[in-house]
């Protein structure tokens, strides 16, 4: 009689299964994060709903909210929340206090296409 052969894991799969691991904890993370914040001082991830397909002409909207989202980066966008208003000429005005210290003015000066 033969003993049957033990079946060992590798070290590559045993990489390969650690790595999967790490890497589904890692989007959990990351989703959990996109989803919660942006939050007091964090910033949040991407942020979910709808896209407008055209440019908006009127923004006389942002004066009924109290805070608004608005995402940006490029690679890794993150998302901000901050006090916004509607302009005479029913622009967009995002407040900010000390911007030259935030990175995400700086972005937005330089792309006006943030969500």
């Keep these: 009689m033969s003993e049957p052969k033990k079946r ?5 799969q045993l990489g390969a299964i650690v790595g ?6 890692l989007v959990t993370a990351f989703l959990g994060w996109s989803i919660t ?5 964090t910033p949040g991830g ?3 709903g709808d896209r407008a397909g055209e ?3 009127d923004w006389s909207f942002a004066n009924d909210v109290s805070l608004c989202q608005i995402q940006v980066g490029g690679l890794l966008p993150y998302s901000v929340n901050l006090n916004c208003m509607a302009t ?9 206090s000390v911007c030259d ?10 792309n006006d296409r943030a969500r």
Aim: one cysteine or more; glycine letters at 10%; charged letters at 15%.
């Design 101 to 110: 210290t935030k990175r995400w003015a700086g972005v937005v000066v330089g």
């Design 88 to 96: 005479s000429s029913r622009g967009l005005y995002l407040s900010c």
């Design 46 to 48: 991407l942020l979910f």
């Design 20 to 25: 999967a691991i790490a890497a589904s904890l």
């Design 55 to 57: 440019e908006v002409a």
């Design 37 to 41: 914040c942006p939050c007091d001082f």
């Design 8 to 12: 060992s894991v590798t070290r590559g």
